[in-house]
Structures are given as structure tokens and as C-alpha cells.
């Protein structure tokens, strides 16, 4: 209940004689009440968040959007239409085309110049063959090297000894004779023998 100050209850005397209360009083009396009243409302409110309206409409949207991107099928070519999807392959058209097969070995036995000549690489279908020292190579699986269009295609078809010696893509250089080569242009010479032998077939030599 509401205590009331023993001053305030002195001047009110007896309840036969009880007057209003003085305006201080009735002024301190309606304060309380508010006082209580706000106590009472802030205990109903107690435990209950509070957020602006328009936070919670955005967090409405936000949770609308989670639930609708959980529910759409996954971004992907198998969403697009046929027309848009990318092509799991290239048209035939834009294919590369296989690696030509290479011809059958060269048979073994010696050739003559003129016919060393024709397996100089401007025939896909027959070996490519040069000399060095006047031993001929089947040197058609380098044709990459050797074969058309080739850095070292000026070689083939003839005993390229000099050039060999003498590191030269000069067609005059293309020659069987080392008559006037260096010792170095000579051990040059050997060592592309050496490579020839352990990575090329030896088909025979070349008949002068």
C-alpha cells in the first residue's frame, strides 16, 4: 500500500473532520502512481526485444531470400537453354587434324647419289635419309628436324658431311668432301656421327 508521512496524516485529523489533501501533497500522491505504474509496465515489458519496424522487415526479406535461394536449383550449363550451353567439344571442323603416320622403314643396302636423292623429305610416304661420312641414316622419325619445311630438311637426300663439320646451312657446304676441314670441324663432324648412330637406323652406305 501507500505510506503516507505522519505529517501529512497530523494535518488531516480525524476521520469525521478529514478534509482534502493539501495541493503538495495530492501533487507527490500522483507522482508516486506514475512512478508505479511505469514499474509495472517496464516488468510486462521485460525479456521482449525490441528493434526498429524497418530492421525487422529487412530481416523478413533477408530470411524470404535465404529460403528461396536454398529451393533454386543449383547456376550451371544444365540450367541454360540448349542454345546458350557451351559445346562439350570442338565442331569437327576445328579439330586437329591426327599426326600422319609414318612411312615403312628404308630396306638396308648401299644407294647411289641420285638415288639418296629421292628420301629428302618432300615425299610423305617414303623415307627421309641422309649421309654423313658416307653412311646413310634413316633419320624419318626426326622428321620434325628433318622432314619439309624442317630446320635441318638441307641436309637430306645427300651426304652433308661438310655442312655438318662446319655447323653451315650454306647449300654449297651440302657436300661429301672434308678435304680441308680443321681438327675441330673434323671431332664436329665425329660427334654428329655418334648421334646419328645411337638414335637413328643405319640403312647402308653411299656408292661415289
Same mark, same amino acid.
Given at each position: ?18 478534509? /482534502? ?12 502512481? +506514475? ?28 530470411? !524470404?531470400?535465404?529460403?528461396?535461394? &536454398? ?5 550451371? =550449363? #544444365? !540450367? ?5 550451353? =557451351? ?10 587434324? @591426327?599426326?600422319?603416320?609414318? =612411312? ?5 643396302? &648401299?644407294? #647411289? ?5 629421292? +628420301?629428302?623429305? !618432300? ?13 646413310? +641414316? ?5 622428321? @620434325? ?6 630446320? +635441318? ?14 655447323? !653451315?646451312?650454306? /647449300? ?11 681438327? &675441330? ?24
Amino acid at each position: 500500500g501507500l505510506i503516507v508521512p505522519s505529517d501529512a496524516l497530523e494535518s488531516m485529523g480525524s476521520s469525521e473532520t478529514r478534509r /482534502p489533501l493539501p495541493g503538495g501533497l495530492g501533487q507527490w500522491v500522483a507522482a508516486m502512481g +506514475y512512478v508505479i505504474g511505469a514499474v509495472a509496465l517496464l516488468k510486462a515489458a521485460k525479456g521482449v526485444e525490441w528493434r526498429p519496424a524497418r530492421r525487422r522487415r529487412e530481416d523478413v526479406s533477408k530470411r !524470404s531470400g535465404e529460403k528461396a535461394h &536454398d529451393a533454386a536449383p543449383p547456376a550451371g =550449363p #544444365t !540450367s541454360l537453354p540448349a542454345a546458350a550451353r =557451351p559445346s562439350s567439344s570442338k565442331p569437327a571442323a576445328e579439330k586437329e587434324p @591426327d599426326e600422319l603416320p609414318f =612411312p615403312e622403314p628404308m630396306p638396308k643396302g &648401299d644407294l #647411289t647419289q641420285s638415288a639418296l636423292r629421292r +628420301y629428302d623429305g !618432300s615425299n610423305a610416304s617414303l623415307p627421309i635419309l641422309l649421309a654423313a661420312k658416307g653412311v646413310v +641414316y634413316d633419320v624419318t622419325h626426326g622428321r @620434325d628436324f628433318y622432314g619439309a619445311g624442317g630446320a +635441318y630438311n638441307l641436309f637430306t637426300g645427300r651426304d652433308c658431311s661438310r655442312a655438318l663439320a662446319k655447323m !653451315s646451312l650454306d /647449300p654449297k657446304d651440302v657436300t661429301e668432301d672434308v678435304s680441308d676441314l680443321t681438327a &675441330d670441324e673434323r671431332k664436329v663432324l665425329d660427334d654428329w656421327v655418334v648421334k646419328f648412330e645411337a638414335k637413328y637406323p643405319v640403312v647402308g652406305r653411299v656408292e661415289f
